[in-house]
């Protein structure tokens, strides 16, 4: 029986509604490819930063993060500091090199720095990783409302693809912007209403929390650098910091938000602003798993007595049985919503990849009137929704939602961070050198995870660090591009003229 009443029902289907609603209203604003995929480049530093970790955290974060905790205590909670490393990078050294000709791709500089081939591959690589998040991010509010209302996990995987590609096909990236902002500000205030309850109703109160803290699980990371140990310092930290590198610095779903300001100063501070947030926002997704670790310890645990089948299940469950009625209702929306948000990002993005990096640039016709772009985008992203439902179906048979998302990043995103530092900071790299390294990095990627028992915080290191190593190495041997041809395009060449 659903543990909905009809006024969760009520709140759950207003807020959806009202997501979609907010999305709509943007479709009349669309009317050139800037518009659709960049919002007209008006958007400020605080909505950027906003949106970049709407679209990077929301479900998926919001189920997995507490799962991860609850099970395994607070030893992954730590990579937050992770993201002290790759914010500046991310800001200082990489961001002006979009900005430099204006992008709407990451993968445009690749073909400037490298070749059309590079630009290619990554971009290809790129949709092959985003579909796979994807199907992760989409089953990640089915399976919170399969929990918590009885609805059918098939029935809830369509209507999130169905609603989300709705609303992004027709309001293009401000209507993804605009709702991400939204549904960023529920579920954060949701998220301390958990908290606030559940410490509410533990004996021992806060001083219990703190405790088990201490004592659940794996409290802190271990002092190793042995990359098949699960949680280390040095995979949390620096393994975490290429990780979030991927996403922050060559993810087209990032990239895309940050080119949607006016300007690099304004990106810039978008960025910052970002880790500045971050901090109480992952505080509370990683708090809450300690938060229910504590009240379960002193109430049935519902993966003990088999209520639920996953951990990632454990917050829908508390939203559900331990909230007041009407809140439990907003909260499963929220996880929904957010989710969505995460989808809607990733489908605008494919779609411009698509038609910027493949469509556009590999053919010889004039490109068509800007109505007619608009409607192939759209298409183009109805397309990748009907893939995203696909996908994520079978999501839930590979592991828990936080190993699912850091490999799926890991494997395909770790040649595709090599090729940008590369392009950054090895200048004697050229366009053959760093093709045959990305594959081999790839394939190395792949090899490690399939035959060595890895912590996946290091998958990512040796997909990069393998293609990194690889093109300095095939530098020797392979033809590169004279000095003069690099102005702008490396660091030591960032300031000079074309």
Known sequence: MSPFTWMDYLFFGGYLVASVLVGLLFVKEQRTMKDFFLAGRSMGSVVVAISVMAAMFSGISYLGGPAEVYQNGLAFGWVLFSFFIATPVTT????????RARFITAYQYLEERFSLPARLLASGLFILRVLLWLGAATYAPALALQQATGLSLEFSILATGILTTLYTMMGGMKAVIWTDVMQFGVLFGGQIVILLVAVGKIPGG?????HVAQTHGQPMPVASWDPTVRLTWAGVILGGAVLNLVQMATDQVAVQRYMTAKDVKTAQRGLWYKLIVLVPVLGLFYGTGTVLRAFYNHHPDPLATHAIDKADQILPWFVVHELPTGMAGVLVAAIFAASMSTISAGLN?????????FQQRL??????TDERQIWQARLWTLLYGVLVISLAFVVGTLGTLVEVTNKIIGLVG???????????????VGAQAILIATVLGFAASVVVNLQM???FLWITSVGTGVTMCLA????????RRPVTELK???WQQRNDED
Do not use: H, Q, W
Not at 206 to 210: A, H, L, M, Y
């Open 92 to 99: 200082i050294f990489i961001l002006p090199f979009f900005y």
């Open 206 to 210: 806060f001083g219990e929390v703190i």
């Open 349 to 357: 993005s494919l779609a411009s990849a698509t038609m910027i990096d």
């Open 363 to 368: 053919t010889d016709k004039p490109l068509p």
């Open 414 to 428: 770790g040649p595709i961070l090599g090729m940008f530092l590369c392009g950054i900071f090895i200048r004697r």
């Open 453 to 455: 028992n890895l912590s």
């Open 472 to 479: 300095f190495l095939l530098s020797f041997f392979t033809p």
């Open 488 to 490: 702008g395009l490396t």
